[in-house]
């Protein structure tokens, strides 16, 4: 029997409303679904835009430590699933041990990943040009959200999407995740070589501008010499924002029932295991 309760982790620009598609899916499934805001950040849209420097100085460890708190406050480990930033955090929580499975959607890139497309670059860039970013919340413009999220949206569209989800980010975890392959001492750091973690599934979109596919593949193959699963996919015509576009229920779909093969996967090993436990115990089974 697997678990019944799904984690979600939001992005970067983004609050637990990014996922409001998916939490009420997995909620109409009977799933236990949780899906808090990072710390500091556990208001409303509005008023975290009137006062985006209370969180300002949000780092990517203080993410990962305050979702590990709820994943060990929880009756069973959970299926987790982020996106973007989010994608990054599950990874983390992975490597420390945490989590039946892990589903990482349009992820950042842990530290060791040093492919950067322009499409990326235009985002990113503007962001770390000021040093003084890297303690302030900075918001996207509507132009920028359109190119980075929605860029196959017109930008009527993107700009009403904008307006319902985005919000300021903590760009100090901008300038954690770009430029980590800078730092020894890396909060993106995980890792790779880990063998005993769970399952983990990335997705990319092949549309993605933010996180392009070849960033999310590179990733990937940073897993390459452990032998704990890692599984990827791509889903075509999908931006950034996939969560909650047309086409977000295919991705919901795809994401939970490969969570699930995953578990009767493990459930099947773990009573293979047990069985060859039970033989060797067994003192009529021993060879004199």
């Known amino acids: 029997m697997g678990t019944n309760n799904i984690v979600l982790v939001h992005g970067l620009w983004l609050t637990p409303l990014s996922w409001e598609y998916w939490a009420h899916h997995y909620t109409e499934l009977g799933y236990s679904v949780y899906a808090p805001s990072w710390p500091g950040m556990e208001r409303d849209i509005r008023a975290l835009r009137r006062t985006p420097d209370t969180y300002a100085n949000v780092g990517v460890r203080q993410i990962v430590d305050h979702y590990e708190k709820l994943v060990l406050d929880l009756d ?3 299926i987790l699933m982020g996106h973007c930033i989010g994608g990054l955090v599950v990874q983390a929580l992975l490597d420390r041990g945490l989590g039946a499975c892990g589903v990482a959607i349009a992820s950042a ?9 322009y499409s990326t670059m235009r985002v990113v860039t ?3 040009m000021n040093p003084r970013n890297n303690k302030r919340s900075v918001p996207l413009t509507p132009a920028q959200f359109h190119y980075a999220f929605l860029h196959t949206a017109s930008k009527e569209d993107s700009f009403h999407v904008f307006q319902r989800y985005a919000v300021p ?3 100090h975890v901008l300038f954690q ?4 392959n800078l730092n020894p001492f890396a909060e993106t750091s995980v890792n790779v070589m880990r063998n005993n973690r769970a399952p983990l599934l990335m997705v990319a979109g092949s549309h993605d501008h933010l996180i392009p596919p070849a960033v999310v593949k590179a990733n990937v193959r940073r897993y390459r010499h452990s032998s704990a699963v890692t ?7 999908r931006t950034h924002f996939m969560i909650a576009r047309s086409g977000w229920q295919e991705v919901a779909t795809y994401a939970l029932d490969w969570a699930r093969d995953q578990e ?8 293979r295991v047990a069985r060859q436990v039970r033989l060797l115990q067994d003192p009529t089974r021993r060879v004199a």
């Open 126 to 128: 503007p962001q770390l």
């Open 76 to 78: 069973e480990p959970p």
């Open 177 to 180: 995740t770009e430029l980590a």
């Open 231 to 237: 599984d990827y996919r791509e889903f075509p015509d």
């Open 264 to 271: 009767l996967l493990i459930e099947r090993e773990q009573k």
């Open 109 to 117: 890139p842990i530290k060791g990943v040093w492919t950067m497309p």
């Open 169 to 171: 980010g903590p760009d």
